[in-house]
């Protein structure tokens, strides 16, 4: 198969790489000229484990350009451009916009029109009226909504192994789900069909559940910690059961990332358009709003005042294995601590601190970083964190707190070096 991407991000870029593995002839199109020149000359403008690999492995059939008129070869075309959050959380649509706008002009055969971009439920139908208007014959196109799943830091993996293949095609429409299925042929996935907004409702629906269940379960911490409870211990108490599952209740600063915060909202602002009042949905990002001043605190019960602290904070990055800041909050406490005075050495395998900060120095360590430090916080729960010598960090800090801040050390190693743990609704 022909297939244009437009849109080498991690979801375009990821996607290309796949399909081109899976033997079809792809192109991909971005607008900004520094990442096809890098693309082509085989390097990935961000980090993505096995990404790399996958695009040289496939570079025959894989190509870059800034070229609309590539458009005209291909049979199908993925829309994977981003969808960034408006100031009033809704979804800005002007990058979608601006490829109707090229399609419009450029389309003059059949071609199967993907939206892999998280768009808000009515946009995939609102885009084939907008092609109309725009002058495209409504016979030369069909328009499919096929959001992704794909996690950073394992989209190769995801993009090869989906739990399900979630496809939304227009009322009529009788000839794109087999054009779907020959795009994704050798991945084994159940197929979930239904309507163009039902796709784009079953995206936000996922996002905004995973969400709830990490604000539920950093309730619970809160919770916990009242109680003197261990949360890890709840988390798999409750995971045993099937209905509730074991995964995503790990405890922590919160979520982050350039997904969960902006869908939860862009969800909540689609609810409210139609009238429809998202508690759950409010309460879901409160909690996760206020999970760093309670992290926060419990910080400044032991090293009271903050102020003057040295502080060794690993991970900038909002989850491991990317070098992904957006939105982080490990990024934020950093941020937070910088603002009540302390002096931090923060470090990341990957990932580099966005802007300057006041007393906050990225370093090249770990073992840079807890020089003297009188506390350290596990901000993003990169392997190289967890399974750290605890006797040699003793030795090297001033003080004796590690704050855990992703409740992912093994408590009794730490402790037992002399250290004093604290986690998150892990009294
Ligand atoms: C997410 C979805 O998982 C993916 O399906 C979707 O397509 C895009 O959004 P991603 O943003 O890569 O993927 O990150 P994810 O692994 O889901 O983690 C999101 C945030 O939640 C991170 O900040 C992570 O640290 C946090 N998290 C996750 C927790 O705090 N606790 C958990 O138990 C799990």
Known sequence: MNICIIGAGYVGLTTAAVLAELGHEVHC???DERKIRLLNNGEIPFYEPGLEELVTKNCNYLTFSGRWDYIKRAAVIVICVGTPPRPDGSADLRYIEAVLERLAATVESYKTIITKSTVPPGTNEWMRTELIRKGMAPHLFRIVSNPEFLREGSAVY???HPDKIVVGLEPDDDRSLAVVQAMYAGINAPYVTTSLTGAELIKYAANAFLATKISFINEMARICDAFAVDVNDIARG??????????FLRAGLGYGGSCFPKDVKALEHAARSRHVEPHLLQAVQSVNATQLDVCLDKLNQVLAPLHGKKIAVLGIAFKPNTDDT????????????????CTVAAYDPKATLTSPLANVKQVRSVHEAIQGADGLVIATDWDEFCTLDWSEVKA?????????????LDRLAVEQSGLRYMGVGRP
Do not use: K
């Open 396 to 408: 090297a800090m001033n003080g004796t707190l590690v704050f855990d801040g992703r409740n992912c």
């Open 29 to 31: 199109i971005d607008q």
């Open 326 to 341: 957006r939105f982080s909050p490990a990024e934020a406490l950093i941020r937070r601590l910088s603002e009540a005075g």
């Open 158 to 160: 995801d993009m090869f």
């Open 238 to 247: 409750i995971g045993f059961d099937p209905r509730i599952g074991p995964h």
